[in-house]
């Protein structure tokens, strides 16, 4: 059988195709950052978040919480505080004696989790964030999560069934310390006696009777 021959390039369908012709110099880049700037001002003076603000919340959300860590240093259950207190506090004496870092951008944070790591309690998590409604509206929500359980799925591998509780969600304008203290106090309390319990279950009953629910999802086992 004979070698099937290759057909030849196409010829470009007009002159012009043949020889394209130099771009015209629009000073591309340079009107391309003044959009961008003018984009960003624009998107600024449309409610832009109160970053001093915030920055205040997140500096009591993290003293409460490295309070917490303490109290539950002295019966020997371990959680970990992101972001790390490394990053927001200077110690003089180590855990109780500290002030806040002046270089760490508190305004900058937009979640500050406490991370329980003891054996059989990995993925019991309190987590605050600020996030935006479809209304474009700053929250802040808290919510405590857990693990229910674990299952194999062919594809992913072991996947952990995570659960959350809802404590507290309100505008980021409108949030009430003392509202949020006293969610906060109830969740700490009951994980504290659990701990000394030696079972989450009482802690996960109280929640799911409590608190609405949050959202129910899979993640992989080798994740925090």
């Known amino acids: 059988m004979a070698k099937r021959k ?13 020889m394209p012709p130099k771009l015209a110099d629009d000073n591309f880049v340079a009107t391309l950052r003044e959009e961008l700037a003018r984009s960003q001002k624009t998107a600024e003076g449309k409610g832009g978040e109160d970053l ?16 917490v860590h303490n109290q539950f240093e002295q019966i020997s ?10 990053l927001f506090a200077t110690f003089v004496e180590y855990p109780e004696k500290w002030s806040f870092r002046d270089s760490f951008d508190f305004g900058a944070v937009k979640t500050i989790e406490l991370h329980d790591r003891t054996p059989g309690w990995v993925g019991f998590t309190l987590r605050f964030w600020f996030y935006r409604t479809p209304e474009g509206v700053a929250h802040l929500r808290g919510i405590y999560e857990w693990c229910e359980g674990e299952s194999y799925h062919k594809y992913t591998g072991w ?23 006293a969610a906060l106090r109830d969740l700490v309390v009951r994980w504290y006696t659990a701990h000394l319990e030696r079972s989450p279950d009482s802690l996960i009953a109280h929640l799911k009777e409590k608190f609405p629910k949050g959202v129910t999802y899979a993640k992989e086992s080798y994740r925090d």
Do not use: C, F, I
Request: proline share 10%.
């Open 6 to 18: 290759s057909a030849p390039p196409a010829p470009p369908a007009t002159p012009d195709e043949a």
């Open 52 to 67: 001093a603000h915030r920055g205040e919340l997140n500096k009591r959300l993290l003293q409460d919480l490295w309070e």
């Open 77 to 86: 259950v371990h959680l970990t505080v992101e972001p790390s207190q490394t």
């Open 159 to 181: 996947m952990r069934m995570m659960n959350q509780a809802v404590l507290y969600d309100t505008r980021e304008d409108d949030v009430n310390l003392r509202d949020l203290h």
